[in-house]
Protein backbone atom coordinates (compact mmCIF):
# COMPACT_ATOMS: atom_id res chain seq x y z
CA UNK A 1 0.00 0.00 0.00
CA UNK A 2 1.24 3.69 -0.61
CA UNK A 3 0.14 7.13 -1.13
CA UNK A 4 0.24 8.91 -4.83
CA UNK A 5 0.89 12.23 -4.75
CA UNK A 6 -0.51 14.68 -7.32
CA UNK A 7 0.03 18.43 -8.18
CA UNK A 8 -2.49 18.32 -11.53
CA UNK A 9 -0.65 19.74 -14.52
CA UNK A 10 -2.41 22.51 -16.95
CA UNK A 11 -4.02 21.27 -20.53
CA UNK A 12 -3.10 21.10 -22.87
CA UNK A 13 0.29 22.32 -21.55
CA UNK A 14 1.41 21.06 -18.44
CA UNK A 15 2.77 24.48 -17.41
CA UNK A 16 -0.56 26.08 -17.15
CA UNK A 17 -1.52 24.49 -14.25
CA UNK A 18 -4.77 25.76 -11.96
CA UNK A 19 -2.91 23.81 -8.96
CA UNK A 20 -1.10 26.98 -7.90
CA UNK A 21 -2.64 30.10 -7.55
CA UNK A 22 -1.41 33.93 -6.42
CA UNK A 23 -3.66 35.91 -4.18
CA UNK A 24 -2.70 39.36 -4.40
CA UNK A 25 -2.72 41.80 -0.99
CA UNK A 26 -2.48 41.37 2.52
CA UNK A 27 -5.52 38.78 2.97
CA UNK A 28 -4.57 34.76 1.77
CA UNK A 29 -8.52 34.42 2.08
CA UNK A 30 -8.70 36.92 -0.42
CA UNK A 31 -9.93 36.43 -4.43
CA UNK A 32 -7.32 34.71 -6.76
CA UNK A 33 -5.44 37.00 -9.20
CA UNK A 34 -2.25 37.93 -11.02
CA UNK A 35 0.44 38.87 -9.16
CA UNK A 36 1.44 42.48 -8.23
CA UNK A 37 5.06 42.87 -8.00
CA UNK A 38 6.50 45.07 -5.26
CA UNK A 39 3.63 44.04 -2.64
CA UNK A 40 2.56 41.02 -0.95
CA UNK A 41 1.37 38.09 -2.62
CA UNK A 42 0.08 34.51 -1.07
CA UNK A 43 0.70 31.42 -2.99
CA UNK A 44 -1.67 28.55 -2.65
CA UNK A 45 -1.45 24.96 -4.08
CA UNK A 46 -3.99 22.22 -4.68
CA UNK A 47 -2.43 18.86 -3.95
CA UNK A 48 -4.13 15.32 -4.01
CA UNK A 49 -3.55 12.06 -2.96
CA UNK A 50 -5.05 9.03 -5.13
CA UNK A 51 -3.20 6.25 -3.50
CA UNK A 52 -4.63 4.00 -0.93
CA UNK A 53 -2.67 4.66 1.74
CA UNK A 54 -2.31 8.29 4.13
CA UNK A 55 0.49 10.55 3.51
CA UNK A 56 1.14 12.28 6.82
CA UNK A 57 3.01 15.67 6.79
CA UNK A 58 2.95 16.42 3.20
CA UNK A 59 5.57 19.30 2.26
CA UNK A 60 4.66 21.30 -0.41
CA UNK A 61 7.94 24.01 -1.41
CA UNK A 62 7.16 26.94 -3.49
CA UNK A 63 9.23 28.05 -6.15
CA UNK A 64 9.53 31.40 -8.59
CA UNK A 65 12.03 31.89 -11.24
CA UNK A 66 12.52 34.26 -14.65
CA UNK A 67 10.00 33.25 -17.32
CA UNK A 68 11.47 30.26 -18.96
CA UNK A 69 10.53 27.10 -20.32
CA UNK A 70 12.58 24.78 -19.22
CA UNK A 71 13.70 25.06 -15.33
CA UNK A 72 16.36 23.21 -12.78
CA UNK A 73 16.75 23.81 -9.37
CA UNK A 74 19.41 26.40 -8.84
CA UNK A 75 18.01 28.57 -11.56
CA UNK A 76 14.86 29.40 -9.26
CA UNK A 77 14.31 30.88 -6.09
CA UNK A 78 12.14 28.92 -3.32
CA UNK A 79 9.74 30.96 -1.57
CA UNK A 80 8.47 28.89 1.19
CA UNK A 81 6.11 25.64 2.12
CA UNK A 82 2.73 24.38 2.93
CA UNK A 83 1.75 20.97 5.27
CA UNK A 84 -1.29 19.08 4.74
CA UNK A 85 -2.33 15.39 6.33
CA UNK A 86 -3.03 13.49 2.83
CA UNK A 87 -5.67 10.47 3.48
CA UNK A 88 -5.67 7.83 1.21
CA UNK A 89 -8.17 10.14 -1.95
CA UNK A 90 -7.91 12.99 -0.36
CA UNK A 91 -7.33 16.38 -1.88
CA UNK A 92 -6.40 19.83 -0.11
CA UNK A 93 -5.40 23.34 -0.71
CA UNK A 94 -2.34 24.73 0.83
CA UNK A 95 -0.98 27.94 1.67
CA UNK A 96 2.62 29.00 1.59
CA UNK A 97 3.10 30.18 4.93
CA UNK A 98 5.76 32.54 3.57
CA UNK A 99 4.59 35.69 1.81
CA UNK A 100 6.12 36.50 -1.98
CA UNK A 101 6.76 39.63 -3.38
CA UNK A 102 7.30 39.52 -6.81
CA UNK A 103 10.71 41.70 -8.28
CA UNK A 104 9.59 44.49 -10.15
CA UNK A 105 12.11 44.06 -12.65
CA UNK A 106 10.05 41.53 -14.47
CA UNK A 107 6.95 43.55 -13.53
CA UNK A 108 5.68 40.28 -11.45
CA UNK A 109 6.10 38.08 -14.56
CA UNK A 110 7.36 35.28 -12.83
CA UNK A 111 6.96 31.48 -13.47
CA UNK A 112 5.69 29.13 -10.23
CA UNK A 113 6.49 25.48 -9.70
CA UNK A 114 5.12 23.73 -6.45
CA UNK A 115 6.90 20.34 -5.36
CA UNK A 116 5.18 17.77 -3.01
CA UNK A 117 6.96 15.69 -0.87
CA UNK A 118 5.45 13.06 1.63
CA UNK A 119 6.01 9.63 3.64
CA UNK A 120 5.01 6.48 1.76
CA UNK A 121 4.78 8.20 -1.65
CA UNK A 122 5.02 6.04 -4.28
CA UNK A 123 7.17 7.60 -6.59
CA UNK A 124 9.29 9.83 -3.95
CA UNK A 125 11.57 12.67 -5.14
CA UNK A 126 15.12 13.68 -3.60
CA UNK A 127 14.49 15.60 -0.78
CA UNK A 128 15.86 17.82 -0.84
CA UNK A 129 16.19 18.52 -4.76
CA UNK A 130 19.93 18.26 -5.84
CA UNK A 131 21.38 21.78 -7.64
CA UNK A 132 20.65 21.20 -11.26
CA UNK A 133 17.65 18.57 -10.81
CA UNK A 134 15.55 19.39 -13.77
CA UNK A 135 11.83 20.43 -12.72
CA UNK A 136 10.32 18.23 -14.94
CA UNK A 137 6.11 18.18 -14.29
CA UNK A 138 6.23 15.44 -17.62
CA UNK A 139 7.79 13.41 -15.36
CA UNK A 140 7.25 13.90 -12.01
CA UNK A 141 3.14 14.02 -10.93
CA UNK A 142 4.64 15.89 -7.33
CA UNK A 143 5.87 18.72 -9.84
CA UNK A 144 3.61 21.36 -11.20
CA UNK A 145 4.34 24.71 -13.21
CA UNK A 146 2.51 27.82 -13.48
CA UNK A 147 4.22 29.81 -15.97
CA UNK A 148 0.73 32.08 -17.48
CA UNK A 149 0.69 35.90 -16.95
CA UNK A 150 -1.62 38.42 -18.00
CA UNK A 151 -0.59 41.59 -20.10
CA UNK A 152 -2.47 44.81 -20.55
CA UNK A 153 -3.57 45.17 -24.57
CA UNK A 154 -1.35 48.08 -25.44
CA UNK A 155 -1.54 49.75 -29.20
CA UNK A 156 1.97 50.93 -28.01
CA UNK A 157 4.67 47.96 -28.01
CA UNK A 158 5.36 45.97 -24.58
CA UNK A 159 8.57 44.35 -24.54
CA UNK A 160 8.75 40.92 -22.37
CA UNK A 161 11.61 39.01 -21.61
CA UNK A 162 12.38 35.39 -21.47
CA UNK A 163 15.14 33.73 -20.04
CA UNK A 164 16.25 30.07 -22.01
CA UNK A 165 18.55 28.56 -19.40
CA UNK A 166 21.17 25.18 -20.41
CA UNK A 167 21.64 22.83 -17.58
CA UNK A 168 24.63 23.07 -15.99
CA UNK A 169 26.71 19.93 -17.91
CA UNK A 170 25.03 20.26 -21.05
CA UNK A 171 24.34 23.06 -23.75
CA UNK A 172 21.37 23.11 -25.84
CA UNK A 173 19.94 24.78 -29.19
CA UNK A 174 16.51 25.56 -29.44
CA UNK A 175 14.06 27.24 -31.14
CA UNK A 176 11.28 29.99 -30.06
CA UNK A 177 8.10 30.07 -31.49
CA UNK A 178 5.08 32.11 -31.42
CA UNK A 179 0.94 30.12 -30.89
CA UNK A 180 -1.30 32.50 -31.29
CA UNK A 181 -5.29 31.40 -30.30
CA UNK A 182 -7.11 28.59 -28.75
CA UNK A 183 -9.00 28.84 -25.40
CA UNK A 184 -8.33 28.48 -21.55
CA UNK A 185 -10.52 25.89 -18.87
CA UNK A 186 -12.65 28.00 -16.82
CA UNK A 187 -11.09 26.61 -13.75
CA UNK A 188 -7.59 28.35 -14.77
CA UNK A 189 -9.07 31.56 -15.96
CA UNK A 190 -10.41 31.41 -12.42
CA UNK A 191 -7.54 31.69 -10.50
CA UNK A 192 -6.46 35.02 -12.46
CA UNK A 193 -9.25 36.46 -11.75
CA UNK A 194 -11.06 36.01 -15.02
CA UNK A 195 -14.01 34.00 -13.88
CA UNK A 196 -16.15 33.34 -17.04
CA UNK A 197 -14.45 35.21 -20.18
CA UNK A 198 -14.20 33.83 -23.24
CA UNK A 199 -11.54 34.07 -26.14
CA UNK A 200 -11.84 36.93 -28.27
CA UNK A 201 -13.34 35.48 -31.63
CA UNK A 202 -10.52 37.52 -33.78
CA UNK A 203 -6.54 37.95 -32.85
CA UNK A 204 -6.08 41.28 -32.34
CA UNK A 205 -2.27 40.47 -31.69
CA UNK A 206 0.87 41.48 -33.30
CA UNK A 207 3.88 39.85 -31.99
CA UNK A 208 7.78 38.78 -32.87
CA UNK A 209 10.38 37.51 -30.75
CA UNK A 210 14.52 39.08 -30.46
CA UNK A 211 17.65 38.69 -29.46
CA UNK A 212 17.69 42.03 -28.44
CA UNK A 213 15.36 44.79 -27.22
CA UNK A 214 13.52 46.55 -29.78
CA UNK A 215 12.83 50.59 -29.98
CA UNK A 216 9.89 51.91 -30.34
CA UNK A 217 8.49 51.92 -33.67
CA UNK A 218 10.97 48.96 -34.92
CA UNK A 219 9.42 45.86 -36.46
CA UNK A 220 8.25 43.05 -34.33
CA UNK A 221 10.63 40.69 -34.80
CA UNK A 222 10.79 36.99 -35.87
CA UNK A 223 7.89 34.39 -35.72
CA UNK A 224 10.55 31.57 -35.20
CA UNK A 225 14.01 32.53 -33.08
CA UNK A 226 16.93 29.82 -32.53
CA UNK A 227 19.52 30.21 -29.86
CA UNK A 228 22.40 28.25 -28.67
CA UNK A 229 23.14 28.46 -24.78
CA UNK A 230 26.39 26.90 -23.43
CA UNK A 231 26.12 24.89 -20.38
CA UNK A 232 25.54 26.66 -17.13
CA UNK A 233 24.55 30.04 -18.62
CA UNK A 234 21.15 31.36 -19.91
CA UNK A 235 20.06 33.84 -22.67
CA UNK A 236 17.58 36.89 -23.19
CA UNK A 237 15.10 36.82 -25.59
CA UNK A 238 12.43 39.66 -26.41
CA UNK A 239 8.57 39.60 -27.15
CA UNK A 240 7.48 43.10 -28.72
CA UNK A 241 3.87 42.52 -28.83
CA UNK A 242 0.92 45.35 -29.59
CA UNK A 243 -2.96 44.68 -28.96
CA UNK A 244 -5.88 46.54 -30.06
CA UNK A 245 -8.85 46.76 -27.87
CA UNK A 246 -10.31 43.88 -27.17
CA UNK A 247 -14.27 43.49 -26.54
CA UNK A 248 -15.47 42.85 -22.59
CA UNK A 249 -14.67 39.70 -21.26
CA UNK A 250 -13.06 38.39 -23.93
CA UNK A 251 -9.06 37.79 -23.98
CA UNK A 252 -6.90 36.88 -26.50
CA UNK A 253 -3.97 34.18 -25.91
CA UNK A 254 -0.35 33.87 -27.27
CA UNK A 255 2.09 31.36 -25.83
CA UNK A 256 5.92 31.23 -26.70
CA UNK A 257 6.79 27.42 -27.34
CA UNK A 258 10.18 26.52 -26.78
CA UNK A 259 10.87 23.63 -28.61
CA UNK A 260 14.04 21.12 -29.48
CA UNK A 261 14.39 19.07 -32.56
CA UNK A 262 10.18 19.65 -33.28
CA UNK A 263 9.40 18.74 -29.52
CA UNK A 264 7.73 21.11 -27.05
CA UNK A 265 10.07 21.45 -23.66
CA UNK A 266 8.26 24.36 -22.42
CA UNK A 267 6.78 27.33 -22.67
CA UNK A 268 4.87 30.36 -21.75
CA UNK A 269 1.16 31.73 -21.77
CA UNK A 270 0.35 35.07 -22.18
CA UNK A 271 -3.50 36.22 -21.81
CA UNK A 272 -4.04 39.73 -23.20
CA UNK A 273 -7.36 41.24 -21.46
CA UNK A 274 -8.56 44.68 -21.85
CA UNK A 275 -8.04 46.61 -18.52
CA UNK A 276 -10.44 49.54 -19.64
CA UNK A 277 -13.61 46.95 -20.46
CA UNK A 278 -12.84 45.25 -17.05
CA UNK A 279 -12.31 48.42 -15.05
CA UNK A 280 -15.81 49.68 -16.66
CA UNK A 281 -17.09 46.62 -15.58
CA UNK A 282 -16.35 46.32 -12.28
CA UNK A 283 -18.17 50.37 -12.00
CA UNK A 284 -21.25 48.74 -13.49
CA UNK A 285 -21.54 45.80 -10.98
CA UNK A 286 -20.62 48.53 -8.34
CA UNK A 287 -23.51 50.64 -9.55
CA UNK A 288 -25.98 47.84 -9.91
CA UNK A 289 -25.46 46.64 -6.47
CA UNK A 290 -25.34 50.53 -4.74
CA UNK A 291 -26.62 50.42 -1.40
CA UNK A 292 -29.13 53.27 -2.35
CA UNK A 293 -30.56 51.33 -5.01
CA UNK A 294 -31.43 48.02 -2.63
CA UNK A 295 -34.82 47.90 -1.20
CA UNK A 296 -35.52 48.50 2.32
Not at 226 to 233: A, F
Not at 270 to 282: A, G, R, S, W
Request: aromatic residues 6%.
Amino acid sequence: MSAHLIIEDGQPWWWDSADIWVVPGNDPNGPPGAPIAGTTNYLWGRVHNTGNSASNGVRVDFYWADPSGQIAVGAATQIGSAFADLPPGATQEVLCLVPWIPVIVNGGHECLLAVAHGPGDINPLPDPLPNGYPFQPTLHEQIAQRNVTVVLAARRAQLLAITVAALPRAGKKVELQLDYGGELPARLLATVGLDRWQPAKEIRLEAGLARTPHCNGDGPGEQKLTLEVPRGQALAAYLNLRADALPARQYALLRVLETQDGKVMGGITYIVIDLDNKEQEHEQGQEQHSPEEQPS
